[in-house]
């Protein structure tokens, strides 16, 4: 009751007369009510850049040293607060919704952030929108309270609004035309190329800021960084492509044939989740060793296995996965968007090789398959058989498969078991079988019961402890099914092959926290983002494997993503694309390179790694002459 004739009081209250409020209080309300309609934009710029930096220094440096930058947000900001108020005119729920959308992203911003390391993207609302709910169970970075209560203070302003009645006082004949009008305006400001480039330009923003969205977030702050990538969104076409260009770059490397003694070996490529060794943080000490299986296997004769340096840092799998599969580069598609968006027809990849030489290719992947549209792009680069977490159920439900759950996920165990099933199906056909594991997926923090393998270290806070201790047991599990996966190709017959690899490494805390705790990087240089992008790989078989020009036996062996199945195809024999010919021509002059190791790099390997990312649009974007006669 009580809150009833609260409510009722609060909704009456606008409403009464003048000769009831004294009209003292009655201007002020109203001055505070135009006022925030005024100032909205600029109080929600700040707030997100405040929220989006979270370092006082280094929001205050941005304010002053990037001038241009925040005038041209506050522009920016200004002719989109004008649309709302022309679209919904209502003061309060023109703010509400104005300053709620500006309150999400940044909450989404700063936790996606502290989480993985990367911003939030445009491309983040079209492509994971789906799977909003199942992104949620990975959130457990907490926020601020001073966040928090600056996201309230929204709610507290539009009920402010609501009070004084400010609304915009012009008819709808009035306001639509003037809503049309603008978003007419802004769209002719940036419907050409060289309109963006200008209008970007005039305020030190700069299209190829996209490329590295590490410095373009921090150099331009969200808003700024943000716009960049909407007007980005498509890929930048060199300026060099053409079908001259491609030419030049492949002169000379005609498609090779398989080797004389090609076995058609069964082949097991498997992206293991967050597969990284934690016992390279200093200072920390283990109850056992939680890569046992793995340092066994790289003692073995014959095994190869070395760094594998990756695109991803804590998520973003599907860059490292789109690279492995197809040789092509995400270096210059917009950063952190999804690159199976842009296969939209048949692609060749390193998979369709082995397809049209009669091998059966199936894709295994315990999880969601709406997840960074594989099911659709799949099929496009040549996996036939898609085996998603819904087949893994139906498989367990009829005892197939001996399904177990651990840490939320279908465990790495049962990932092996379905690996198993589909290689042991009767077939006279090679297999190809690319595998993604699930179980070490984050969230870390208390994603465990129990803990077989103890972890101490004394820099690390509570939250840190917790979530290596999580992660500890998860990876440990990777190294058993690693260990099963490798004594099942030992026990065959049939030739076969295993390559295994880490996606990325782990969020551990927010803001790199165990790496930077455990003092394993501090000063940011190369060799710190060689140690946060570089997995343990290795390639193990039941055979002898050929010489590589790429790849030796021994455990010092550095690849890149793009070229490890280039390699992989030397150490078995396998036919060799012109691209493939390509990736070893550049791996002799670079063995490893992505822009987030912040390389330094000779002129001569500049001009491979330029050619690379022409080849690449060439083949997602372009005319595909690579693939013309």
């Not at 241009?68 to 200004?78: A, E, I, M, S, T």
């Not at 331009?220 to 076409?237: E, K, M, W």
């Not at 026990?491 to 551990?508: A, K, N, Q, Y």
Request: hydrophobic share 40%; charged share 15%; aromatic share 14%.
């Amino acid at each position: 009751m009580l809150l009833k004739k609260c409510f009722c009081a609060i909704t009456i209250a606008p409403k009464l007369p003048h000769r009831i409020r004294p009209v003292w209080l009655s201007v002020i309300v109203q001055i505070c009510g135009w006022a925030i309609l005024a100032l909205l934009p600029i109080y929600c710029l700040l707030m997100t850049e405040y929220i989006h930096y979270a370092d006082q220094a280094r929001f205050a440096t941005f304010l002053l040293e990037r001038t241009p930058v925040v005038l041209f947000d506050l522009g920016l900001l200004y002719l989109v607060w004008l649309c709302v108020l022309c679209l919904f005119r209502r003061g309060w729920l023109s703010v509400l919704i104005f300053g709620g959308v500006f309150g999400a992203v940044s909450y989404t911003n700063y936790l996606k952030h502290a989480m993985t390391g990367d911003y939030f993207y445009p491309w983040d609302l079209l492509q994971q929108a789906g799977n909003l709910g199942e992104l949620m169970n990975f959130i457990t970075v907490p926020f601020p309270p001073l966040y928090s209560m600056l996201i309230a203070f929204i709610g507290i302003m539009a009920l402010a609004v609501y009070f004084s009645g400010a609304s915009l006082p012009v008819k709808w004949f009035l306001r639509i035309p003037v809503l049309v009008l603008t978003l007419i305006g802004m769209c002719i400001s940036v419907s050409t190329p060289n309109k963006v480039t200008a209008l970007l330009n005039k305020s030190s923003l700069y299209l190829e800021d996209m490329a590295l969205q590490t410095s373009n977030y921090i150099a331009n702050g969200f808003v700024g960084a943000f716009t960049v990538n909407v007007l980005s969104t498509n890929i930048t076409r060199p300026e060099s492509y053409s079908e001259k260009t491609v030419a030049a770059l492949t002169e000379g490397l005609e498609p090779l044939g398989a080797s004389e003694d090609f076995s058609s070996p069964d082949i097991i490529l498997i992206l293991a989740e967050s597969f990284w060794d934690p016992t390279l943080l200093p200072g920390t000490t283990f109850s056992e060793d939680p890569l046992k299986n793995y340092r066994a296997l790289i003692e073995e004769e014959g095994c190869i296995s070395g760094r594998f340096f990756t695109t991803g840092f804590g998520g973003g799998t599907v860059r490292p996965e789109f690279e492995v599969l197809t040789g092509l580069s995400t270096d210059r598609l917009p950063s952190g968007c999804v690159p199976w968006q842009y296969v939209t027809s048949e692609t060749e990849s390193y998979v369709s090789i082995y397809r049209d030489l009669g091998y059966e290719t199936t894709a295994i992947h315990p999880y969601n398959a709406s997840f960074y549209n594989r099911r659709a792009a799949y099929p496009l680069i040549g996996i036939d058989t898609l085996v998603f977490e819904d087949t893994i159920y139906a498989l367990g439900k009829n005892n197939t498969l001996n399904l177990t759950i651990d840490g939320g996920q279908i465990t790495d165990d049962t990932f092996a078991d379905t690996i198993m099933h589909y290689l042991d199906t009767p077939s006279d056909a090679p297999r190809f079988i690319y595998g993604i594991s699930m179980e070490n997926h984050q969230p870390y923090p208390n994603k465990y019961g129990t803990h077989e393998i103890t972890v101490t270290n004394p820099a690390f806070d509570e939250s840190v402890q917790n979530a290596v201790i999580n992660f500890t047991k998860g990876v440990s599990h990777a190294d058993a099914c690693l260990g099963k996966l490798a004594e099942y190709v030992k026990s065959r017959e049939r030739d076969t092959v295993l390559i295994w690899f880490g996606d990325h490494l782990p969020t551990l805390g927010a803001g790199f926290g165990a790496y930077v705790q455990s003092g394993m990087i501090g000063t940011y240089d190369e060799a710190d983002y060689e140690r946060l992008y570089s997995t343990p790989f290795l390639v193990f078989s039941n055979f002898d494997l050929k010489e590589s020009t790429m790849l030796h036996e021994g455990k010092d062996n550095n690849i890149s993503s793009y070229t490890l199945m280039t390699a992989a195809a030397q150490l078995i024999g396998a036919p060799q694309s012109t691209l493939m010919r390509y990736l070893e021509r550049y791996y002799e002059t670079i063995p490893y390179y992505n822009v987030r190791l912040h390389k330094a790099v000779s002129a001569e390997a500049k001009a491979l790694i330029d050619g690379h990312t022409v080849l690449t649009y060439d083949i997602v974007a372009g005319e595909r002459f690579l693939y013309r006669d």
